[in-house]
């Protein structure tokens, strides 16, 4: 591989870009996770991430790992071996949890869905309201199938499950949801919201989140679900003095002191905004192109991520290298099922209107290095968007 001048364009729907603050924030010495200076870094952490799930109600716990043991720690915590839960099929992420979810021994009910459209809130609550005997024990949604771009409404959800009067535990994914998209853990009535660091909190991969209500904390008292590394329990003991029963990826935590300072200087409700604000943009530039969006549903489609399908014919892997080889570019993958017909583009994290325009400017070049036909200048409406946004603003729309 020769040297590429200038940025690599990373536009996958995470790993994110990794802002300088927080490089410079992680490229710090490793100190004695069992001392005081870690412990008094640590408690401010738990405060801060509370604030950013929006639980003052809850806990949130920390591993060393990625998202999928975030995932395995909802279920095993939570959950015993047996227990019925109901999945819903939105996607490539909520299969590999509704695979784990069997590996694991649960009996789990997946909703079969087209991998376009959001989960359907009436089906939740006709299926809860069918259980009169109140065997499903949990509700497991992926809050925005990173996939296919479909974003689910968390709110409608919780709405059916009080309208069937069924007491099943909500679990929520927001890996790539948390800290780009509104999200609020304890307003919205979830009990296990799972996280990692990788996406809208613009760290490197290798932590993993469980925000956990007192109905989840109440439910793994008394489940017989095995768990080890993972034990809520254990990690809440040692947790309240600001440490933890294993050793901590102290240095991504660093990393995590700087990404929730930078959240907080922009404001949640601006960052929101600005993704909002990038999906839209993008997805006006996809039908200017003339391509299709793999989200059918317009108000289910995601500020993070856009999925884009190419059309019959097209290897949108041949693409998506194609891009790589002449504009220094990573696209996200079709992944699954829709492997070969989708390409993705992250716009989440640190990410501003610029990368967008530099981000779309390469795929449209892109489609025609490639031999992929488009109708429209795409960049051009989204440039015009974009700049209409910031003149009704009125102000600067990047970080205070
Ligand atoms: N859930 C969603 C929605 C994801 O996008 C991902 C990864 O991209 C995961 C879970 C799994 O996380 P990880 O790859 O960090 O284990």
């Excluded at 490539?92 to 959001?118: K, N």
Aim: charged share 20%; glycine share 10%.
């Amino acid at each position: 591989m020769t040297y590429q001048p200038g940025w690599h364009f990373l536009q996958v729907p995470g790993p994110s870009n990794v802002p300088q603050r927080v490089m410079r924030a992680v490229d710090m010495p490793t100190i004695d996770h069992r001392g005081p200076e870690f412990a008094k870094m640590t408690l401010g952490l738990f405060d801060g991430l509370k604030r950013l799930f929006k639980t003052s109600t809850g806990e949130v716990v920390i591993y060393a790992s990625s998202g999928s043991g975030a995932w395995e720690a909802a279920i095993e915590n939570a959950l015993s071996a047996g227990d019925k839960v109901l999945m819903f099929e939105t996607g490539q992420f909520a299969t590999l949890w509704h695979q784990m979810a069997g590996r694991l021994g649960l009996d789990a009910e997946f909703v079969p869905g087209d991998w376009r459209h959001p989960i359907d809130p009436s089906i939740v609550e006709a299926r809860l309201s069918e259980d009169r005997a109140h065997k499903i024990k949990a509700v497991m949604v992926v809050h925005n199938e990173t996939s296919t771009g479909v974003m689910s409404d968390i709110v409608a959800i919780r709405k059916a499950i009080d309208a069937a009067h069924h007491p099943a535990m909500f679990m929520v994914d927001t890996v790539s949801s948390l800290a780009s998209i509104d999200y609020r853990h304890d307003e919205w009535g979830v009990d296990v919201t799972v996280a990692g660091s990788q996406k809208g909190l613009m760290l490197p991969p290798g932590l993993g989140f469980n925000a956990i209500s007192k109905k989840a904390l109440a439910a793994a008292e008394k489940s017989g679900g095995r768990r080890s590394y993972f034990s809520w329990a254990d990690q809440l003991a040692q947790n309240r003095d600001g440490f933890f029963p294993q050793t901590p990826a102290t240095n991504i935590l660093y990393g995590l002191r700087e990404s929730l300072k930078m959240l907080d200087e922009e404001g949640l409700e601006n960052v929101f905004a600005r993704h909002i604000r990038h999906g839209e943009a993008t997805r006006r530039a996809v039908k200017a192109w003339g391509l299709e969006l793999q989200c059918v549903d317009p108000a289910a489609c995601s500020p993070t991520v856009t999925t884009i399908r190419v059309p019959a014919g097209q290897d949108a892997d041949a693409f998506r290298a194609t891009v790589l080889e002449h504009f220094n570019m990573s696209l996200g993958a079709g992944l699954g099922k829709v492997k070969g017909q989708v390409f993705r583009i992250g716009h989440l994290g640190d990410f501003n209107d610029l990368m967008l325009a530099g981000a779309l400017s390469g795929v449209q070049m892109g489609l025609g290095v490639h031999g992929i036909p488009y109708n429209d200048d795409g960049v051009n409406v989204a440039l015009a968007y974009l700049g209409n946004a910031a003149k009704s603003a009125g102000k600067p729309l990047a970080y205070a």
